[in-house]
């Protein structure tokens, strides 16, 4: 009886299904695009939940899927690789039950779609999972984005990135103490460490010892860094903390790391508050502060408010955040920053072991300067090599592919080279991120990993030190998004890599280790088959890395 009712009620679903996918499609034919049917939306959280389980099985079977094996997928863009356009043309739909999803693989609509920012609007409710303790930048509505954008951006000026740069030599100068002359256990983890203590000294402007995986055992002597710990746990943890109410966690019968989460969680958060009343407190005094983003935060908040609320923890409202949006937004910036820093000098680590002659290109740049903190902003800017392997890493390995925006209640006029089209109001909208990167149209063996690409050679002032950078054609290029609501993290990204590179490369190289008879040629393929082997679970990144074994020497 009960297997009956589940039964007819996956008949009545898939009936559901099948006709609500032919209704959203009779609608989209309007747009007069190639059109793609998909029986299963990628937002339907069960799907989401199993695909990942289900397509390894699936593939076993030997049957041909077809458009479902490819878009059904999550992160199906990175294996896709602009195929869909090359076959569909510059813009075509996925039509599921429940959405139409456009792809544009056209500079011009897409630079329409990052300008046209009330037409084509950011999905906020995409985003609400990332409220964890308030309201932030990306779930801000497009009337609200304009205020917290303001306060968000005025703490990324140079000032800060000069303590980026100093404080990222200084993690990799002891992050080099652990790997010099050795294997380097856990790419990954290192990586993800360093940036978080790059992250954390902004924040809070604490400067943390550098832990790495290869000496696991130095964290119980270290000093008290009770901020940096709760932020890693709550990171490490955030889909849990993003997706369960937190009174789940602390449950009687919830298991330990639930509890241990739900700790951090609230100890992170009090940290906050309490650097929130003391930059408060300062702010009252005439002080300073301590020069962090927070300081920043709080000065931007209604300044009658912000003195008069000593004891900064309601929610009031105020001109600039209110205190749950500073909260709120700390967090963003946390997450923002964080792996998608990481992810992308573990990706170009691995691509620089595979590509030792990249390696010594760099180091060429290097050898008449010296990166160290406080020369920031002399050494920086001439560092062109250094930026071109983390351009060319995104450009093949852009941790955010998908930059989903959505239609207002109006219908919107896109023109696609020759052709105006009425892109229907509702519907989603996806700059094609990936298939524009890679379009040989734009970008000559456009699949190689190349850095050297990046630098201008008819130049003839340009010699190495003093080298300039290639400006790719507008909208070919753009994994920190682009137009007003591209990534206000870009420069402190790029200053924290290329101080990382600047400091590895100078005397150090990265080299796989070699199992018994294994060529290099046969190293090469395998490193490649690992950064080309990777899972999208809220951003892009290599599935196995340590299936590659690396070791750092000292050169
Ligand atoms: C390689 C590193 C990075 C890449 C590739 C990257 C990429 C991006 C992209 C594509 C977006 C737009 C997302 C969307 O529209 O859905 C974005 C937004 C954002 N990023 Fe980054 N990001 C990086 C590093 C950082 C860093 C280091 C920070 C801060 C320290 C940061 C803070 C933010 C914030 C706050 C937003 C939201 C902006 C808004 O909604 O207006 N990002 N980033």
């Given at each position: 009886m009960i297997l009956h009712l589940i039964g007819l009620l996956g008949l009545a679903y898939l009936v559901w299904s099948l006709v609500s996918m032919e209704l959203n499609y009779r609608r989209a034919s309007t747009m007069g695009i190639p059109l793609v049917r998909l029986p299963v939306d990628g937002q339907n959280v069960l799907w989401a939940s199993i695909e990942g389980h289900l397509w390894p099985l699936l593939d076993r079977l030997s049957i041909d899927w077809g458009t479902f094996g490819i878009y059904s997928r999550r992160g199906w863009s990175f294996k896709d690789n602009g195929d869909s356009h090359r076959r569909y043309g510059p813009i075509w739909a996925l039509?599921?039950?429940?959405?139409?999803?456009?792809?544009?693989?056209?500079?011009?609509?897409?630079?329409?779609?990052?300008?046209?920012?009330?037409?084509?609007?950011?999905?906020?409710?995409?985003y609400k999972v990332l409220e964890v303790y308030g309201p932030c930048i990306s779930t801000a509505t497009w009337a609200e984005w304009p205020r917290h954008r303001k306060v968000l951006a005025t703490p990324f000026n140079e000032k800060i990135m000069s303590f980026v740069w100093d404080e990222s030599v200084e993690q990799t100068r002891q992050l080099l103490e652990a790997w010099a002359d050795d294997q380097i256990l856990s790419v990954a983890k290192d990586t993800r460490n360093l940036s978080l203590n790059v992250l954390a000294a902004t924040g809070f402007r604490k400067s943390y010892r550098f832990h790495s995986a290869n000496h696991p055992h130095d964290k119980e002597t270290n000093e008290s860094s009770g901020y940096r710990d709760a932020l890693q746990t709550v990171l490490d943890n955030c889909i849990l903390l993003m997706v369960a109410p937190r009174r789940f966690l602390t449950l009687s019968f919830a298991p330990p790391s639930w509890k241990n989460l739900a700790k951090a969680a609230d100890k992170f958060k009090q940290y906050m508050v309490d650097m929130l009343d003391e930059e408060t407190k300062a702010l009252k005094h005439g002080k300073t502060g301590s020069g962090s983003i927070m300081t920043s935060f709080v000065r931007?908040?209604?300044?009658?408010?912000?003195?008069?609320?000593e004891n900064a923890?309601?929610?009031?409202?105020?001109?600039?955040?209110?205190?749950?949006?500073?909260?709120?937004?700390?967090?963003?910036?946390?997450?923002?920053?964080?792996?998608?820093?990481?992810?992308?000098?573990?990706?170009?680590?691995?691509?620089?072991?595979?590509?030792?002659?990249?390696?010594?290109?760099?180091?060429?740049?290097?050898?008449?300067?010296?990166?160290?903190?406080?020369?920031?902003?002399?050494?920086?800017?001439?560092?062109?090599?250094?930026?071109?392997?983390?351009?060319?890493?995104?450009?093949l390995f852009p941790p955010i592919p998908s930059l989903p925006k959505w239609t207002s209640d109006q219908p919107q006029l896109l023109k696609v080279g020759e052709r105006t089209i009425t892109i229907l109001p509702d519907i989603g909208i996806y700059p094609s991120l990936l298939a524009m990167q890679v379009d040989p149209q734009y970008w000559e063996d456009s699949f190689v990993w190349q850095p050297s690409r990046w630098i201008q050679t008819s130049s003839n002032m340009s010699t190495v030190g003093?080298?300039?950078?290639?400006?790719?054609?507008?909208?070919?290029?753009?994994p920190w998004s682009d137009g007003p609501q591209n990534c206000p993290g870009a420069k402190f990204s790029q200053v924290e890599f290329?101080?990382?590179?600047?400091?590895?490369?100078?005397?150090?190289?990265?080299?796989?280790?070699?199992?018994?008879?294994?060529?290099?040629?046969?190293?090469?393929?395998?490193?490649?088959?690992?950064?080309?082997?990777?899972?999208?679970?809220?951003?892009?990144?290599?599935?196995?890395?340590?299936?590659v074994q690396l070791r750092c020497d000292r050169v």
């Open positions: 039509v599921t039950p429940v959405g139409i999803y456009v792809q544009v693989a056209d500079p011009g609509a897409i630079n329409e779609v990052f300008q046209r920012r009330t037409d084509f609007i950011r999905p906020v409710e995409m931007a908040m209604d300044q009658a408010e912000a003195v008069s609320g923890t309601s929610g009031s409202m105020s001109k600039g955040l209110t205190v749950d949006e500073i909260l709120g937004n700390i967090f963003a910036i946390n997450f923002a920053g964080h792996d998608t820093t990481a992810n992308t000098l573990s990706f170009a680590i691995y691509l620089l072991a595979a590509h030792p002659e990249v390696q010594d290109w760099v180091s060429e740049e290097l050898q008449s300067v010296a990166v160290a903190p406080g020369n920031y902003k002399d050494i920086f800017p001439r560092l062109s090599r250094c930026k071109a392997v983390l351009l060319e890493t995104l450009r003093n080298e300039q950078l290639v400006t790719p054609l507008p909208n070919t290029y753009f290329v101080a990382v590179m600047g400091m590895l490369l100078k005397n150090h190289r990265i080299h796989p280790i070699a199992a018994p008879g294994e060529t290099q040629e046969q190293l090469r393929n395998k490193i490649w088959d690992a950064v080309r082997d990777v899972d999208m679970v809220l951003l892009l990144r290599m599935k196995d890395s340590h299936r």
